[in-house]
Nanobody, 121 residues
C-alpha cells in the first residue's frame, strides 16, 4: 500500500507565503510524477502544478510566477512554495503521486486527504 500525506496548510493574509509538503510512503518502487490540485468551496477541483522525476515542472496559469513546485526524490517528498497569496487561492490543496509499486507493475495514482489553505485579511 501507498500513503500520501500533505502538510503545511494554514491561514495567511493576502500577499503572504506558505509552503506545503507532500510525502508518499509505503511500497514504492518509483514515483513517475507528483502533482498538486486544489478545490475551492463550491468549485470543481483544479490542477495546480506537476513535477516529474526528472524535475520537469508545469504550472496552471493562475499560479504561474507565484508558486514553485519542487521535489526530493530520496525522500519521496514534494513541496509547493506559494508566494503573493491571494484570497482566490483559498482552497483545500491535494497532493497526488503516480506510483509504480514493483519493477514490472502498473502505475497507480494515490491521493492525500488534503490540507486547507485560507487567504484572508
Amino acid at each position: 500500500q501507498v500513503q500520501v500525506v500533505e502538510s503545511g496548510g494554514g491561514f495567511v493574509q493576502p500577499g503572504g507565503s506558505l509552503e506545503l509538503s507532500c510525502t508518499a510512503s509505503g511500497s514504492i518502487h518509483y514515483i513517475a510524477n507528483m502533482r498538486w490540485y486544489r478545490q475551492a468551496p463550491g468549485k470543481e477541483q483544479e490542477w495546480v502544478a506537476t513535477i516529474t522525476v526528472a524535475d520537469t515542472t508545469t504550472y496552471n496559469a493562475p499560479v504561474k510566477g507565484r508558486f514553485t513546485i519542487s521535489r526530493r526524490n530520496d525522500k519521496n517528498t514534494m513541496y509547493l512554495q506559494m508566494n503573493n497569496l491571494r484570497p482566490d487561492d483559498t482552497a483545500v490543496y491535494y497532493c497526488a503521486a503516480l506510483v509504480r509499486q514493483t519493477v514490472a507493475g502498473a502505475v497507480s495514482n494515490y491521493w492525500g486527504p488534503g490540507t486547507q489553505v485560507t487567504v484572508s485579511s
